[in-house]
């Protein structure tokens, strides 16, 4: 299910094989959360922008238009007509986020909808029975979130809670994939690393998930508070831990400098839904650093968002074009955005993987780190 292909340093090259395809790595993963990339882009689109690999949530298509519903409609791939490999998020995230709304016990959490208010309670098993119901390729186990910085008392609880959830989740897993009407027998399950910014209890953690051997790993709990720096400090402390020939997810991540950043440190997966959401508000990504597009200077500016971007939108269009598109509020605005972000991490990814075939990553890294970062 994966293979690892070759290494320099710490950064990895790969393939990840699903029941719908492979995906070369390092990839990101785009985030369409209800099934769909907001910004009006098809899954038809996405393969055109270079996408291999497409991430939903188990919380949102649970709620709507429901996992059955989905079931029903053949699986998620026939729903969404994507036929490369797909991920589902656990849930675990939004639970976190709906704090105010929510109780958790060793059960599970019994928490109020966003969409209603509607009493919903999610565990481990129920995670992985919606999960089994979308006929995904990766199932992710549910987990716990919690907010950095938090009390290690608390972390180091939720954290064993976690392994705990993780082992109910194989068990039940196991039980559906194996049943004659799933729709994805060959469904993977990933586990999530935890233990807030506490470098001791991540390696406790992750000692005692890979020991599940599960089909890959993932490093959860992180970009939600901390500083950077105490993120890749994470990442270096359970990275040595961390099953070598299985696929590494960093969840919820991040930048372009982020992302560099964690292949540098061995991670082979990333996801994050900063390219469409910044570009829906007008924050385009560039091999120079990023750009508010909306900014008076663009108003008759000819040149290309990016100059050493080959995208549909960029060899068509001008920034004075895309400013104009936004500041009448056309929807256009936001599908070409969209696009432009999307084809730009899907490339730094594939010129990512070509530094890596060619051993040159070091150099590429250094050569891009500190522009990739800035904000013009």
Request: hydrophobic share 40%; charged share 25%; proline share 4%.
């Amino acid at each position: 299910m994966f293979e690892l292909c070759k290494e320099e340093g710490h950064a990895r090259r790969g393939i990840f094989t699903s029941a719908h395809g492979t995906a070369q790595t390092p990839a990101f993963m785009n985030v369409g959360t209800q099934a769909a990339i907001k910004g009006g882009l098809s899954a038809r689109d996405l393969k055109a922008l270079g996408c291999q690999i497409f991430l939903a949530n188990t919380y949102h298509l649970y709620l709507r238009p429901g996992d059955d519903v989905i079931r029903t409609m053949g699986g998620l791939h026939q729903f969404m007509d994507w036929d490369g490999p797909i991920l589902t998020d656990s849930g675990g995230f939004q639970v976190f986020s709906l704090s105010g709304l929510r109780k958790l016990t060793e059960e599970g959490v019994l928490f109020a909808s966003h969409i209603d208010g509607a009493r919903i309670f999610l565990s481990p098993e129920r995670s992985m029975e919606i999960q089994w119901n979308l006929g995904s390729d990766v199932a992710m186990a549910f987990d716990e979130c919690v907010a950095n910085p938090s009390e290690r008392d608390y972390v180091e609880a939720s954290s064993a809670r976690t392994v705990r959830w993780l082992a109910r989740c194989r068990q039940e897993w196991r039980r559906l994939k194996n049943l004659p009407q799933s729709l994805n027998p060959e469904q993977q399950l990933f586990g999530i690393n935890q233990g807030g910014v506490y470098s001791d209890l991540r390696v406790k953690n992750m000692r005692e998930i890979a020991q599940l051997e599960l089909d890959g790993y993932a490093i959860g709990g992180l970009a939600v508070g901390e500083e950077t720096s105490v993120m890749y400090e994470i990442i270096e402390a359970v990275e040595p831990y961390m099953p070598k020939k299985k696929p590494r997810y960093l969840m919820g991540v991040g930048t372009p400098a982020n992302i560099l950043e964690g292949v540098a440190r061995g991670v082979d997966l990333f996801d994050c839904v900063m390219p469409a959401r910044n570009a829906r508000h007008g924050k385009l990504f560039t091999w120079e650093g990023s750009i508010n597009i909306k900014n008076e200077k663009y108003k008759l500016d000819e040149e290309p968002v990016d100059k050493e971007c080959d995208c549909p939108v960029c060899r068509r269009y001008s920034r004075a074009y895309l400013r104009h598109l936004f500041k009448a509020g056309e929807i256009l605005a936001l599908r070409l955005a969209v696009a432009h972000n999307l084809y730009f991490y899907n490339t730094l990814m594939k010129k990512i993987r070509a530094a890596l075939d060619e051993g040159t990553f070091d150099s590429f890294y250094k050569r891009n780190i500190e522009r990739l970062d800035r904000k013009l």
